[in-house]
T-cell receptor, first 112, second 114 residues
Framework: TQLLEQSPQFLSIQEGENLTVYCNSS?????LQWYRQEPGEGPVLLVT?????EVKKLKRLTFQFGDARKDSSLHITAAQPGDTGLYLC????????????FGKGTLLTVNP | DTAVSQTPKYLVTQMGNDKSIKCEQN?????MYWYKQDSKKFLKIMFS???????INETVPNRFSPKSPDKAHLNLHINSLELGDSAVYFC?????????????FGSGTRLTVV
């Protein structure tokens, strides 16, 4: 069973601070996706990374896929209250039975 | 126009009952999924269908039976509901199977078994 560990589990910061969320596994994944989920809603895709070492930027969010494709990080610069939510990483594997395995999430609260 | 829509949004029912959750996507995607999110927010895959064909069936009790009448619909029927079935169930779809395709999720069905 492939497991994805996310850290920290909870994070509460003030508006304007920077933060990094980590997603680690002992398994190799063919892709790594990040989602954000708000209360009462389904997860919404933020980014997909597929190449080891890949870095993608989405406004104030920077995503990195580890060289060995076993880990990833999400860095948010100058966090805003609108960034509040549950951040989920998900690793993809399986060839013809490809599926996403989710981490347990990081609950981020950005206080004004 | 909602991309992935699930009904109902909330479902409260007694133990032993049978219930269904419906899901429809208007994105033209080939692949659809059912995920279960427990009280600790952990999302676990249950089933995956590609063009109406079952391709992933995780270790799920056979009280749960998915049905895909066409590639735009994936319904979930649950027999003899148990307290432990209480959770939020999410339907999702992706253009195809594979590493480059992100999932679009519905807004979930909160099932409470009393």
């Amino acid at each position: 069973t492939q497991l994805l560990e996310q850290s920290p589990q909870f994070l509460s910061i003030q508006e304007g601070e920077n933060l990094t969320v980590y997603c680690n596994s002992s398994s190799v994944f063919s892709s790594l996706q990040w989602y954000r989920q708000e209360p009462g809603e389904g997860p919404v895709l933020l980014v997909t990374v597929v190449t080891g070492g890949e870095v993608k930027k989405l406004k104030r969010l920077t995503f990195q896929f580890g060289d060995a494709r076993k880990d990833s990080s999400l860095h948010i610069t100058a966090a805003q209250p609108g960034d509040t939510g549950l951040y989920l990483c998900a690793g993809g594997s399986g060839g013809s039975n490809y599926k996403l395995t989710f981490g347990k999430g990081t609950l981020l609260t950005v206080n004004p | 126009d909602t991309a992935v829509s699930q009904t109902p949004k909330y479902l409260v029912t007694q133990m032993g009952n049978d219930k269904s959750i419906k899901c429809e996507q208007n994105l033209g995607h080939d692949t659809m999924y059912w995920y279960k999110q427990d009280s600790k927010k952990f999302l676990k895959i249950m089933f995956s269908y590609n063009n109406k064909e079952l391709i992933i069936n995780e270790t799920v009790p056979n009280r749960f039976s998915p049905k895909s009448p066409d590639k735009a619909h994936l319904n979930l029927h649950i027999n003899s509901l148990e307290l432990g079935d209480s959770a939020v169930y999410f339907c999702a779809s992706s253009l195809m199977q594979g590493a480059n395709y992100g999932y679009t999720f519905g807004s979930g069905t909160r099932l409470t078994v009393v």
